[in-house]
């Protein structure tokens, strides 16, 4: 991240939208260096490629026009119309940007298409020297908003950074095209074939980036390791036996979550409450938003109910890939939980039997009544001859 600023907390959705606007903000200087320059160099050499690469960075200045005032709206604070933040308008501007590309496009293609019988072009070897400079102009844009978007998970700072790269690759594909028609004049019905592409690519990426935004608009899965983090909060807190039914919605860097929270039926109103607070307190902290935590008792002389929970306990460490073959024992030692937990077949030893430490602790702590025996199984990644269930074949077991 050496080519940005330290502004702070990147889940402040302050910070976040000063992060965004800088983005939009360097991509409307370059753009409209790109736009202007490429426009006169256009109309020196009469290319139709080149005009319509340059019409294509007129919409780029409106794009990095529409992510600023959606960095705008979105650092707006809650309201009581919008109790969870303005963060969708970036998704919502992000589809308007999509639209604006394709509309983009298609102009190209017709401009090409309306000189394909005529074509002409008075360009030389200088004209593709500078075609190239304004190419890496485009190069530095793209790699400052895929900083940008990584820093801060944007969709729609992300999308302006695959817009920048295919823009570099146009560029490069019309500096071949007027170098070519150059060296060898008798292709120059080259420069409007090349002009009608662009305009093709320039739809297609349009397309993308709508269904990108269209997606992010209406919700996705939280990914594993959100999930998990939010996971490693409940655990912390004694008490808790398990976790289930973990929703969240993202409205740019505010998330709405709510879960539940398995706790032994024998204990208080007043200790299930202090241990919804101490989850709800840590959630807090790490995604800077107040989650909900529904509390839900379970009983504590239901076996198979245990099993079930001890079974996600394990599935909840990082590098299990299953557990399977769990099964109650009793003997004169007390209860024993004897299961096997798929593991990637390439972790040491001394991962592995850290791991298996880590799982019996874990049991031991939440299940005083239950010993766990555990059995490491190496996963080979061959899917189809494993005899064994996981959730990369579609298992039932995960």
């Excluded at 293609?109 to 005529?118: G, K, R």
């Excluded at 919605?249 to 929270?261: D, T």
């Excluded at 557990?323 to 939980?337: C, D, K, N, P, S």
Aim: charge should be negative; glycine fraction near 8%; charged fraction near 20%.
């Amino acid at each position: 991240m050496g080519l940005l600023p330290d502004y702070g907390d990147i889940r402040e959705p302050a910070v976040r939208a000063k992060y965004g606007k800088l983005e939009a903000t360097v991509g409307l200087a370059g753009n409209s260096l790109l736009f202007v320059g490429k426009l006169v160099l256009a109309t020196a050499v009469s290319s139709m490629a080149v005009l319509g690469d340059s019409l294509n960075h007129l919409m780029d200045i409106v794009v990095s026009g529409v992510i600023l005032y959606s960095f705008i709206v979105t650092a707006k604070p809650a309201d009581e119309h919008h109790p969870y933040g303005h963060g969708r308008a970036e998704s919502i501007l992000a589809i308007l940007v999509s639209f604006l590309v394709i509309a983009m496009g298609i102009l190209v293609i017709h401009e090409a298409l309306s000189t394909l019988n005529t074509p002409n072009i008075e360009a030389n070897l200088t004209a593709v020297m500078i075609l190239l400079a304004f190419t890496a102009v485009k190069m530095f844009l793209s790699g400052f908003a895929f900083s940008v978007a990584r820093k801060i998970d944007s969709a729609a700072v992300r999308a302006d950074a695959w817009n920048h790269l295919s823009d570099s690759l146009i560029s490069i594909a019309v500096a071949i095209g007027v170098g070519i028609t150059v060296i060898f004049p008798k292709y120059i019905i080259l420069d409007p074939l090349l002009a009608f592409g662009i305009g093709l690519f320039v739809v297609g990426v349009g397309i993308k980036l709508t269904y990108d935004s269209a997606k992010s608009l209406m919700g996705s899965a939280p990914d594993r390791a959100t999930l998990e983090e939010i996971e490693r909060c409940a655990r912390k807190v004694p008490g808790v036996i398990n976790t289930h039914h973990i929703e969240i919605h993202e409205y740019g860097a505010y998330k709405a979550i709510s879960m539940h929270v398995r706790v032994s039926e024998s204990m208080g109103a007043a200790e299930a409450h202090d241990i919804a607070e101490k989850v709800e307190k840590c959630i807090e902290e790490q995604f800077r938003t107040r989650p909900i935590v529904h509390i839900d008792p379970v009983k504590s002389h239901c076996e198979e109910c245990e099993l079930a929970m001890i079974k996600d306990v394990a599935k909840g460490f990082p590098g299990v890939i299953s557990v399977h073959e769990a099964t109650i024992l009793h003997g004169a030692g007390g209860a024993v939980v004897d299961m096997h937990v798929l593991i990637d077949g390439a972790t040491s030893i001394e991962k592995g039997h850290a791991l298996v430490h880590d799982i019996m602790a874990e049991v031991a702590r939440r299940f005083p009544d239950f010993r766990a025996d555990i059995h490491l199984e190496p996963c080979t990644g061959n899917c189809p001859e494993c005899t064994e269930e996981c959730d990369r074949k579609g298992g039932v077991d995960r």
